[in-house]
Antibody
Framework: QLQLQESGPGLVKPSETLSLTCTVS??????????WGWIRQPPGKGLEWIGS???????YYNPSLKSRVTISVDTSKNQFSLKLSSVTAADTAVYYC????????????WGQGTMVTVSS | QSALTQPASVSGSPGQSITISCTGT?????????VSWYQQHPGKAPKLMIY???KRPSGVSNRFSGSKSGNTASLTISGLQAEDEADYYCCSYAGSSTSWVFGGGTKLTVL
């Protein structure tokens, strides 16, 4: 059964870069059938799509975050990663990674989420 | 990129039916049949309940159904059960430059 697991620092200082990795187990990230996405949720608030990547490296970003976001994929490790630069307190959130089957255009399998706090 | 509009809260008694609306624009909900709905219990990751407007993933109860009219998508839950109490989010494709936009979420209370 496919599982996704986020990992990375839980505390990041303002103006620094937030870096998270999503490890995919029970399946290959290199399948042409899927995109892989990042979604975040500030405490007590709603979901926000950050961006998605195809195994080939093609990326799609939320226009409101595009200037600060980089998503990459490492097929040898079955992982994809998120980098968000110049973070502020507004970037404090639970960050989820999720699978996006191209055939259904929805996020069908999610990681458990990881809380990232931006604070000095 | 504006979020889709959902009511902040809805409620219903066990056995009843409720509907949650999700209003977008002609650039997202109105242009694509790519609305999905997610259920989120406190402290848990979202769970896909409906995709492509009205299709249910394997394992999701047929008490959950989706529909769309113009720029508004809807999620209906029939035969409400206590376990349905959760937050519900809609999501729509919004074109290649914007990609995906979520609604603000609706808290469902089962009375």
């Amino acid at each position: 059964q496919l599982q996704l697991q986020e990992s990375g620092p839980g505390l990041v200082k303002p103006s620094e870069t937030l870096s998270l990795t999503c490890t995919v187990s029970g399946g290959s990230i290199s399948s042409s059938s899927y995109y892989w996405g990042w979604i975040r949720q500030p405490p007590g608030k709603g979901l926000e799509w950050i961006g998605s990547i195809y195994y080939s490296g093609s990326t799609y970003y939320n226009p409101s975050l595009k200037s600060r976001v980089t998503i990459s994929v490492d097929t040898s490790k079955n992982q994809f990663s998120l980098k968000l630069s110049s973070v502020t307190a507004a970037d404090t959130a639970v960050y989820y990674c999720a699978r996006q089957p191209a055939a259904i255009d929805a996020f069908d399998i999610w990681g458990q989420g990881t809380m990232v706090t931006v604070s000095s | 990129q504006s979020a889709l509009t959902q009511p902040a809260s809805v409620s219903g008694s066990p056995g009843q039916s409720i509907t949650i609306s999700c209003t977008g624009t002609s650039s997202d909900v109105g242009s694509y049949n790519l609305v999905s709905w997610y259920q989120q219990h406190p402290g848990k990751a979202p769970k896909l309940m409906i995709y492509e407007g009205s299709k249910r993933p394997s394992g999701v109860s047929n008490r959950f159904s989706g529909s769309k009219s113009g720029n508004t998508a809807s999620l209906t839950i029939s035969g409400l059960q206590a376990e349905d109490e959760a937050d519900y989010y809609c999501c729509s494709y919004a074109g290649s430059s914007t990609s995906w936009v979520f609604g603000g979420g609706t808290k469902l209370t089962v009375l």
